[in-house]
C-alpha cells in the first residue's frame, strides 16, 4: 500500500521460494467453516481412495496466509502480536488526547483499526482521498500518524498491512520466482488487495484461478408469510427435521438474517424440536443433530468466567456477584470437600449484602472450615500484597500473578473436565499465550487495564465447541460462503432489514467509499451484495424456502424487495411447540405442572405477608420458592439514587409533610408556608440518609432542588382539588386475621373524612396498576384490597401516582365521581358486597399458603409472571411444562422491584 508504506524506512528483505504442497497447491478461502469443510472432504476421498496417511492441501484464510509467510520468511522485523495492533491505536488516541478516558480511546481504537484495514484490502493511499476531508477523517489521519510512527519506534510490522507487503514482494520478485497453483475458493466479493495477489502470482511464474461453486438446479422455491418471529423460528425447525427424517443424508442450510441478535430464541426452538433429550435426559445426551455457528464470547463459559473470577480476587473489580459465583463455583478446588462451607459462606454473603456491605471479606461461617479451603484464601491475600497492585509493571508481571492465583486455587478444578470443558480450557490457553507476546512491547501495564484487556481479549474469541459434522447447519448469510446444501431455508427477509441499511465508516471520505465501492457505502452496494449472495443460494440448492414476519411490536413489515421477482408470499403453517407439545398425549391436563407434594404451613404468623398474597395469586410456585424455600437471589448492585432509593425518599418526605400539616385543608393554607415545609421535609429525609459517602453528598445536593419541585409540582397541580376538610394520618398500622393466617400491614396515609368514613391512599412512584389486576378470584394486586379489609371503614382505596409526566389518582370508591377530574376512580355499587368478594379470595390465597400449594400454574393479564420470576432455574417451566400454547422466549430472569415505599409487609 504505497500511501502508507511511503511513511515508513525501506526494510531489506531476504529472497525465499514461496512453497508450496504436493497435492493441489494453496488454497484461500473466506471462513473457517470452509476450510474445515474442504479439509474434510480431501481427508474422506483420500480414504475412500485407500490412502491410510492423506498429504492435505494447504488452505488459509487470507490474512493467515499472510501472517504464515511473514513469520516464516521475514527476518528483519517481527509481526505484532495478536492485539497489539489495537493496542497502538489506543496509545495513539492518548498521544493526540491525554485527558481521553479509557472506553473512548478503545472506541477509537476500533473504528480507527477498521477504517486502516479497509485502506489495505482496497489499495486506498494518500493521494485517493482529495482535498475534501471531514472533521473525523482529519482525527482518523492523525491517529493514523501516530500509529504508524509507534511501529517505526518499536520495530514492529502491522498485522492489517502484511497481506499488502507480501503482495509487493511477489510483485516485485523480492521473494523470487512461485510455483504451483493459488487457488481462491468460495468469495463472495474479491477485494481489490487479493485480485492483485492473484495477478502477480501469476506474472511471477504461478497459476492462479478461482474455483466457482458446484452449480445446482433449483427445482421449488417459495416465499411464506408468519405472523411472528417464534411462528416463522417453529417452521423452519419443523422443515430441517423433516428434512433429516426423509434422508438423513442430506445437508440442510437455514440461513438466519440477525442471527447473533435471534441466537438465543433459534437455538432455544430448536432444541425443542430437533433435541428433545437435552430437555429431558440429565445423564447421556447425544450431540444436537444441528450446528449452530456464531459461538458465544469465550468469557461467558463458566470455566473462564471463574479464572476472571479469581483474576478479581486483586480487588480493582471485586463484585458481591463475582465472589458469590466464585464460591459457588466448581471450577477451583474440591467442591466434594468444602461445597457445605461455601454455600453457607454464600448466604452469609447474600444476607450481608442486603444490609448494605459488599466487602470481599469472606462472612464468619469461613473461620470454622477447613484448612483447605483457608490456606487457599489466605495464600492468594498473602500474594496479591506482595504483588504491588497499584503500581504499573510488565505484562509478564501480571500474566505471573494471574497464573499464580489460578495455582492457588487449583483452577480448573479436582474433577475431569468434559469435552466442551477442556475445549474451552484449551482456548483459553491460545488466548493467553497471544496475551503473552504482547510482553515482548515496550509497555507498562497497571492491574486495571491488564484486567480490562484479558476480558476485552476473551470476550472478542467466539468459542463453539467442535463437534461432529451435522446434517443441518444453521448459520448468518456470509457464513454460507462456498458450501452446497440439498435445502435451504432463509430466516427473517423483510424489507427493512434485508438488504440492511448503509453505514458508510465514519472515518474515511464519504464519496470515495462510494467510488471505490466499500462495504456498506451505499444502499445500491448493499443490495447488489445481497443480490448476489441471493443468486448463490438459489445456485447451491435444489429447494429453497424463503421467509419473513408480517408483523412486530405495533407495525406491518412487507417482504424483502429481493424477493420481486421470486413467486406470490404464502401464509406459513402454524405449528407451535416440537417435543413438548408431542409428548403431552392426550389425557395430561395442560393448565398446571405439579411441582411437589404441598407442604402444610403449620403456623399463624408468615414470612412476606401481603407480597406472599400477591406472589401466591401470580403462580403458587412462585410464592413458595420466596417465601417458603426462601429462595433468595443476590441483591443486585444499585447507585446510590435508584429508582428504588429515590421512591423511599419520597415517601419519607410525604409523611414528614403530612405530620407537619396534619389536616387537608387547601383554603386555609398559607403556600409560602407549605413551601418551607415541604423544604424542610427534603432536608430532613436527605440528611438522614446513612450513605454519607462524598458521592452521596454531591447527589443529595444536586437532587435536592428536584425533590422540592416535585413535590410542589404534586401539591398544586393534585392535593387542592378537594374542597372538604379532614384529619390526615401517616404509616398507620394494623393486623389483619385471613383463613387463621396472620398479616401486618402498614398504610401510607389515611384520611379520616367528617362522617367517619376513611380513604387509603397508597403512594406509587410508577405509573399504577389497573384496578381490574384488584379484582378476581385470584387478585393479581392484593395491597389494597386488604387494607380494605384491615379498615372496615374505608370506602375508598386510592393509589397516588407521582410519577413525572403521569401525575394523578387512580382507584375506587363508593361514591360515585369521588374526587372529580383526578384520574381514573371506578365507583363500586355495594361496598359491602365488595369487601365479602375480597375476603373470599384473599381467603381462598391465605388457604392456598398454609396448604403448602406449590405447583407450577402462573396467572398473569395480560402479561405472565414468568418474565418477572427469579426462579426459572428451580421450576424448568419453559422445559416440563406440556402445554399447545408454550411458546419460546427470551425471559427476564430479574427479580421483580419491590413496591417503592420500601415497606415490606410480614
Known amino acids: ?256 438474517l440477525g442471527l447473533k441478535r435471534l441466537r438465543a430464541s433459534v437455538r432455544a426452538i430448536f432444541d425443542d424440536v430437533l433435541a428433545p433429550p437435552r ?84 462472612p464468619a461461617p469461613f473461620e470454622a472450615g477447613p484448612e483447605n479451603f483457608r490456606r487457599i484464601w489466605s495464600q492468594s491475600g498473602a ?164 421467509s419473513f414476519t408480517c408483523r412486530e411490536d405495533d407495525r406491518d413489515l412487507d417482504p424483502s424487495p429481493l424477493l420481486t421477482r421470486w413467486p406470490a408470499p404464502e401464509p406459513g403453517p402454524i405449528v407451535r411447540g416440537g417435543f413438548r407439545r408431542q409428548a403431552r398425549g392426550q389425557d395430561l391436563p395442560p393448565d398446571v405442572v405439579p411441582f411437589t407434594e404441598p407442604v402444610a404451613l403449620g403456623a399463624t404468623e408468615i414470612r412476606g405477608g401481603i407480597r406472599f398474597l400477591k406472589d401466591q395469586a401470580a403462580c403458587p410456585f412462585q410464592g413458595f420458592a420466596e417465601h417458603r424455600l426462601r429462595a433468595d437471589v443476590l441483591p443486585p448492585w444499585r447507585l446510590p439514587f435508584d429508582p428504588k432509593v429515590r421512591g423511599l425518599f419520597l415517601h419519607d418526605m410525604l409523611e414528614r409533610i403530612w405530620k407537619t400539616l396534619r389536616t387537608y385543608h387547601p383554603d386555609l393554607w398559607d403556600w409560602e408556608q407549605v413551601r418551607v415545609t415541604i423544604a424542610q421535609a427534603v432536608d430532613a429525609s436527605l440528611d438522614q440518609d446513612p450513605a454519607g459517602g462524598p458521592l452521596s453528598q454531591m447527589l443529595r445536593k444536586t437532587l435536592r432542588p428536584s425533590f422540592i419541585e416535585w413535590i410542589e409540582t404534586w401539591f398544586l397541580d393534585h392535593e387542592c382539588r378537594r374542597q372538604e376538610s379532614f384529619e390526615i394520618m401517616t404509616e398507620q398500622d394494623a393486623t389483619l386475621t385471613l383463613a387463621g393466617l396472620r398479616f401486618r400491614c402498614r398504610a401510607d396515609r389515611i384520611e379520616r373524612l367528617a362522617d367517619g368514613t376513611l380513604v387509603i391512599v397508597d403512594y406509587k412512584t410508577g405509573q399504577p396498576p389497573p384496578v381490574k389486576r384488584w379484582m378476581g378470584d385470584r387478585p393479581l394486586e392484593p395491597q389494597l384490597s386488604v387494607y380494605a379489609l384491615a379498615w372496615p371503614s374505608a370506602r375508598a382505596l386510592l393509589v397516588a401516582s407521582l410519577k413525572p409526566g403521569w401525575m394523578g389518582y387512580a382507584g375506587v370508591a363508593a361514591q360515585a365521581d369521588f374526587l372529580p377530574g383526578s384520574g381514573p376512580i371506578e365507583t363500586i355499587a355495594d361496598w359491602s358486597i365488595q369487601q365479602n368478594h375480597w375476603r373470599q379470595a384473599l381467603e381462598h390465597l391465605a388457604r392456598e399458603i398454609q396448604a403448602g400449594r406449590n405447583d407450577l400454574d402462573p396467572h398473569g393479564d395480560p402479561d405472565l409472571p414468568c418474565d418477572r420470576c427469579a426462579y426459572p432455574a428451580l421450576c424448568r417451566l419453559q422445559e416440563t411444562r406440556i402445554a399447545a400454547d408454550t411458546g419460546i422466549g427470551e425471559a427476564d430472569s430479574s427479580h421483580e422491584a419491590r413496591d417503592a415505599s420500601g415497606t415490606e409487609n410480614t
Open 279 to 362: 430437555l429431558t435426559e440429565q445423564d447421556g445426551i447425544d450431540e444436537r443433530p444441528y450446528n449452530l455457528s456464531l459461538g458465544e464470547p469465550l468469557r461467558n463459559y463458566p470455566l473462564v468466567e471463574a479464572a476472571l473470577d479469581i483474576l478479581d480476587r486483586a480487588g480493582i473489580a471485586r463484585s458481591p456477584v463475582g465472589l458469590s459465583r466464585l464460591l459457588r463455583s466448581p471450577y477451583w478446588g474440591d467442591p466434594t470437600e468444602d461445597g457445605p462451607l461455601r454455600f453457607a459462606c454464600d448466604c452469609a454473603l447474600r444476607e450481608r449484602g442486603r444490609n448494605g456491605d459488599t466487602g470481599w471479606d469472606l
Open 1 to 256: 500500500m504505497k500511501g502508507i508504506r511511503d511513511t515508513r524506512p525501506e526494510v531489506t528483505r531476504v529472497p525465499a521460494p514461496v512453497p508450496t504442497a504436493e497435492r493441489g497447491g494453496t488454497w484461500l478461502v473466506p471462513t473457517q467453516r470452509l476450510r474445515r469443510v474442504l479439509l474434510s472432504e480431501e481427508w474422506a476421498g483420500q480414504r475412500a481412495a485407500g490412502f491410510r496417511v492423506a498429504e492435505m492441501p494447504n488452505i488459509f484464510l487470507p490474512e493467515s496466509f499472510a501472517a504464515w509467510h511473514w513469520e516464516r520468511y521475514d527476518h528483519v522485523k517481527p509481526c505484532m502480536p495478536p492485539g497489539g495492533d489495537h493496542l497502538f491505536w489506543m496509545d495513539a488516541a492518548s498521544d493526540l488526547d491525554p485527558g481521553i478516558d479509557s472506553k473512548r480511546a478503545r472506541g477509537l481504537a476500533a473504528l480507527a483499526a477498521e477504517a486502516f484495514a479497509l485502506e489495505c484490502a482496497w489499495e486506498i493511499t494518500d493521494d485517493d482521498w482529495g482535498s475534501e476531508v471531514s472533521e473525523d477523517a482529519g482525527q482518523y489521519v492523525a491517529l493514523r500518524k501516530r500509529f504508524l510512527s509507534h511501529l517505526c519506534e518499536t520495530g514492529f510490522e502491522s498485522r492489517q498491512s502484511l497481506f499488502n507487503h507480501l503482495v509487493a514482494d511477489i510483485e516485485s520478485g523480492a521473494r523470487g520466482r512461485v510455483e504451483g497453483l493459488l487457488a481462491f475458493q468460495g468469495f463472495d466479493e474479491v477485494t481489490p488487495l487479493e485480485l492483485h495477489l492473484g495477478r502477480a502470482w501469476q506474472a511471477q511464474g504461478g497459476e492462479w484461478r478461482e474455483i466457482p461453486v458446484e452449480a445446482r438446479t433449483l427445482e421449488r422455491a417459495s416465499v411464506l408469510a408468519f405472523p411472528d418471529r417464534e411462528a416463522e423460528l417453529y417452521a423452519a425447525a419443523q422443515f430441517a427435521r423433516k428434512s433429516l427424517l426423509e434422508n438423513p443424508s442430506q445437508r440442510v442450510g437455514v440461513i438466519v
Open 383 to 546: 500474594r496479591l500484597v506482595a504483588s504491588q497492585l497499584d503500581e504499573a509493571h510488565p505484562l509478564s508481571h501480571w500474566i505471573s500473578l494471574w497464573s499464580a492465583l489460578l495455582g492457588d486455587f487449583g483452577w480448573p478444578g479436582a474433577r475431569p473436565l468434559d469435552s466442551i470443558e477442556y475445549q474451552a480450557h484449551r482456548a483459553w490457553n491460545e488466548v493467553l499465550e497471544e496475551i503473552a507476546r504482547l510482553a515482548a512491547l515496550p509497555r507498562r501495564w497497571r492491574f486495571s487495564d491488564f484486567r480490562l484487556f484479558v476480558t476485552e481479549a476473551l470476550g472478542e474469541r467466539l468459542f463453539q465447541p467442535e463437534t461432529p459434522q451435522s446434517p443441518i447447519e444453521i448459520m448468518g448469510p456470509l457464513e454460507t460462503a462456498g458450501l452446497n446444501f440439498d435445502r435451504i431455508w432463509v430466516v427473517g427477509a423483510e424489507a427493512h432489514t434485508w438488504p440492511p441499511e448503509p453505514h458508510p465508516h465514519p472515518f474515511l471520505p464519504y464519496a470515495l467509499q462510494r467510488q471505490r465501492g466499500l462495504p456498506h457505502a451505499s444502499s445500491m452496494r448493499e443490495f447488489q451484495f445481497n443480490e448476489r449472495l441471493l443468486a448463490r443460494w438459489q445456485a447451491s440448492t435444489t429447494e429453497m424456502v424463503v
